[in-house]
Nanobody
Framework: QGQVQESGGGSVQAGGSLRLSCSGAIDSLGCLRWFRQAPGKEREGVGDIYIRTGITNYAESVKGRFTISHDRATNTVDLQMNSLKPEDTAMYYC?????????????????WGQGTQVTVSS
């Protein structure tokens, strides 16, 4: 598998919060995207960050609830998830690639983590 690792998953009740972290081979000029996949559903992008500038993008389903940030000191990328809903239940993955001018759907994510489970109960 890839050279990044996720941590911080767990179980929480609806309305609660969790913070995921991604560490490893995070290129300072690249993009990092958080993905999730629920059982029986296709993988979807949750949001991404352009490491060089810190510019972030989010899926509509998580806007206003999730925040992606990069810690330059530790070179980790966190996904802060607030106001969690049962439909947020999924395996969450972080993925990165090489240098880029900006983040887009065409960006090639070549390093993937093993995933961390997030379960939100109602």
């Amino acid at each position: 598998q890839g050279q990044v690792q996720e941590s911080g998953g767990g179980s929480v009740q609806a309305g609660g919060s969790l913070r995921l972290s991604c560490s490893g081979a995070i290129d300072s000029l690249g993009c990092l995207r958080w993905f999730r996949q629920a059982p029986g559903k296709e993988r979807e992008g949750v949001g991404d960050i352009y490491i060089r500038t810190g510019i972030t993008n989010y899926a509509e389903s998580v806007k206003g609830r999730f925040t992606i940030s990069h810690d330059r000191a530790t070179n980790t990328v966190d996904l802060q998830m607030n106001s969690l809903k049962p439909e947020d239940t999924a395996m969450y993955y972080c993925a990165t690639g090489g240098p880029a001018a900006y983040c887009s759907d065409a960006y090639e994510y070549i390093h993937w983590g093993q995933g961390t489970q997030v379960t939100v109960s109602s």
